[in-house]
Each structure stands twice: as C-alpha cells, then as structure tokens.
C-alpha cells in the first residue's frame, strides 16, 4: 500500500487568508467596514508572545484593523475584566481574544465570560459553546473549525462516517465532536481513560488527535484508509539535531501512521496554520453580523 496523502495545512491556511483579505476589501470599498481584532496579552509567556505576534501580523496582511494590548503579569484581575468591558462596548472593535495561558491570579473562566458572546472570535464562551451544540449560528473555535475544513476539503461529503476524537478539552475536542456530529459523522469522543482505546480507534474512517502527548497514537492503530487529523504540538528532544536541541511532533507517530493512512496531517505544517486563518475568519464574520450585513462566503 502506498504511504498517506499529506494535507498541507499552510497552503490551505494560504488560500482562506487570500479569500479573507478579498472580502476585506469588498467590505471597505462597499461599506466602509474594516473588521478590526484587539488581542489582549497578559504576562510575558513566550510561546504567547511569538503566538500574538504572528496574529498581528497575518491580520494586518489581510487588511484588517488590528490592536495588540500588553499588560504587565501582575496585572489585577479586575483591571483585565474592566478592560473587556471598555472593549465589548468600543464599536470599534468587532473581535475580542484574551491570549490564554492567564498568570495564576486571574481566572480564566471569568474572563471568558465576559467577552460579549458576539466579539468572542475564539468561540469559547458558554452562550456559543451551547449555540454550536444546538446547531445554532454561533462562533466556533479556530482549530477544530480548521480541522473540519481540511477534512471537507479532502474527502468531501463526511455523512455517515465514523470519526473519533481522541480529546475531550473546551478548546478542540468537544467543539471538534459538536462539528463532526453537524456533518452527519457517527462520532466517538475517546481519551486517556477509554478501555480498549486502540480497538476504537481501528474502528474510525477519521481520527482526530488532540490529546497532547506525544507520539501517543501508533500506525498499528490506525484503520487503513483512515484520514488521520493531528492537532497535537508537542516539543521533545531531538539527541540527532545536537545537544539540547528539540523538535515539534504530534501526537501520533507519524512515520508509521503514513504507512498506514490515507491521508494525514503532518507536524508542524498541517493544523496549525489554520488556526490563525480562522481566527481572521471569525473576526470577519463578526463584523458583518455586528453591522447586519450576510455573512461572507470563504
């Protein structure tokens, strides 16, 4: 058998930014609306600042209006929750993101909270969760929206699959199982407590992993044929690239998955792209919902 078709995820990320800046401008010549994005980061995190930085920059590549927020590490809870407030009632501002990890004084589910439900571009918020679980018009996070696209994109029609998601967070596998169910999948959530966890995954015509361990899935659990979605990052030593040296994988073993799959995700270059794409995205939409113009067709 033939080694796994590779879903490029940065050339797919590329062509939705394309389409994102060509309704920007359509939304500016038209309506005199620019969609603007304010991200909010707390704290020095590094991984959240090269994160925030790349935000800011594909935002402003797409033409739309973008506004970075810094705040010192020790920053009160309540001068964080008061600035989302200024923000949810600035018209201004169409999309609102709290970079997340939060220092240990502020509570991230609050904050979420208070994020007007039709500015929160990451989809997290309870009123969105339950308008996506509903089936109703809501936000839906970045990366399992990112997800579902290359997955449509590359086997079409999904009615009647069997997916499973390996993961249970807010932030991928749950929405991921909300969106699969919305395909018409037959869908199973799996996780590190799941009895017989390979079996069920050697049941699945697509496997989306967002469990966060490396190299946790083998290629021996993987059914033939099977799309296989890697949303993990994980960084591990890499003893051949030098001392002290690391390298990003998934969460599945890559190597023997492609000798397995049919079509897969690598790490990096397939979900991570598109996670920012969405996020422009969501801004967009928003924007229009805000000024009650049609939705956008990417």
């Known amino acids: 058998m033939s080694e796994a078709q590779i879903i490029d995820g940065k050339a797919f990320a590329g062509r939705l930014r394309e389409r994102i800046a060509t309704e920007v401008a359509k939304l500016k010549e038209n309506h005199d609306l620019v969609p603007s994005l304010t991200v909010v980061l707390v704290g020095e995190d ?87 679980w509903t089936g109703a018009r809501a936000p839906v996070p970045c990366t399992p929206y990112g997800c579902l696209q290359m997955l449509k994109e590359t086997l079409g029609d999904l009615t009647g699959k069997r997916a499973l998601v390996l993961g249970r967070s807010n932030i991928v596998g749950k929405p991921m199982a909300a969106l699969l169910l919305g395909e018409h999948c037959t869908v199973t959530i799996a996780h590190s407590r799941t009895k017989n966890l390979a079996e069920r995954c050697r049941e699945a015509d697509i496997l989306v992993a967002a469990v966060g361990r490396p190299q946790m899935v083998p290629g021996d659990w993987i059914k033939p044929s099977a799309t296989v979605i890697d949303v993990g990052i994980n960084r591990i030593d890499a003893p051949e690239k030098g001392e002290g040296k690391t390298r990003l994988v998934g969460d599945v073993d890559f190597e023997s998955a492609k000798q397995v799959a049919g079509h897969i995700t690598p790490v990096p270059g397939g979900v991570g792209p598109m996670t920012i794409a969405n996020l422009l995205r969501n801004t967009v939409i928003a924007a229009c919902r805000q000024k009650g113009l049609d939705d956008p067709e990417f």
Request: proline share 6%; glycine share 6%; aromatic share 2%.
């Open 46 to 132: 590094p991984a959240s600042q090269v994160y925030v930085k790349s935000k800011g920059k594909q935002t402003a590549e797409a033409g739309m209006g973008s506004d970075t927020i810094r705040l010192d590490a020790d920053t009160p809870e309540q001068d964080l929750l008061d600035l989302i407030e200024k923000l949810n009632n600035d018209d201004a501002v169409n999309g609102i993101l709290v970079q997340l990890p939060l220092p240990a004084q502020i509570d991230e589910a609050k904050v979420i909270s208070t994020i007007d439900p039709d500015k929160d571009v990451d989809g997290f918020h309870v009123i969105n969760v339950g308008r996506l």
